[in-house]
């Protein structure tokens, strides 16, 4: 089956997200905003945290009944282009003597919110310029909905150390995780990692230093597993990541994928001698927690991980690895926060 996947803002990332959750993935075309690719599997594809919708490529015409829309994500023109092949698709209908509607979003494209309230799934043609002209019928569209209950609905919350949901997910299925895998999140904080985990149907462990922070992620948790049910367990316990070995049983972990504690919040007035000493603190604790994670997880094992980004002196605090960690990918996350993140996947081989 042929698939347009229209992507989200960090499109580079939900590139490598899609080609480690859909494994025989071959990729046709791909611009700015989308991939387009062919794949026999069958894939669960809510379990994307990067794409915004996805498309069946289509290769007959597509003549709509009853409402209908059109999606453009086009270099230039976008607009004007929506407007004619609607206009073109209805004289298509009524050629046929099919009663259409269409459904015109303000943009050039209809939003998640608007297909699913409109009900436009399988009604939505959109078009994408690679090579050529490609058209796809909008079959999946990313649920914001669902985002903003799994995030700003949970009981405890922490708004200045939380994560967005949608990264959430690409670090889980970076990691590459299969089912019965052990995941561990060994700064888990309040718990988003970890229930992104249990979301895909893995078998989730978090540890934090903070007796708190368990306390809230066990609530969490709780009410995520009374909410989506899902089928991967969860467990939670105290720990200094520095200490992993003395909680966890050698090569016993399949996979590790964490944001850490990124330092206190900046202000962007520090001194450079300042960003040096809290890099230098950062990086120890990155270190001590590699070595670490290095004797629990099994060989071939991913850790995926986000590290801070010090733009005032231009450096990445980052652990010293170990020669059996091997760095396989690296992406920038710019957020509108003062803090960068650098997303880095490393394998032990
Ligand atoms: C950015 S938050 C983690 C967010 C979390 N990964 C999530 O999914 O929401 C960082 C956490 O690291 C914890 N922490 C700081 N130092 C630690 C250490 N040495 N060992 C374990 N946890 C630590 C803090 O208590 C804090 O809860």
Redesign the pocket.
Known sequence: MKYIFILGQNAELSKAEIKALVHDFVIIDEGKDFLLGETAMHFEMGRLGGTIKIAELLDTEFVPDGMFSVSAYLPKNSKKTQKEFAKSMKEKAKAEGKKSRYFESRKSFTTAVEILKKNLIGREIILVQGKSLYKGKTIWVYDPFSFKLRDTGRPMQ?PA???PISL?KIMVNLSGAEANDTVL???????????EVVAAGFNAVG????GK?ITAATENLRWFSEKFTPVGTWKLDI????ELSEHFQPDSISAII?????GPPLTGKETEEHLRSVFSDLSS?YT??FSEANKILRLGGKIVITLPFFKGINTVAAPVTQKNMKLLESFTIDGKTRLTRILRVYQKV
């Open positions: 922490r150390q939380s994560m959430a999140d060994p700064f888990c904080g309040y718990g988003t990692i970890v229930q540890s934090d230093i903070d922070a720990s200094d990541s520095r964490t944001e850490p504690f990124l604790l001590g927690f």
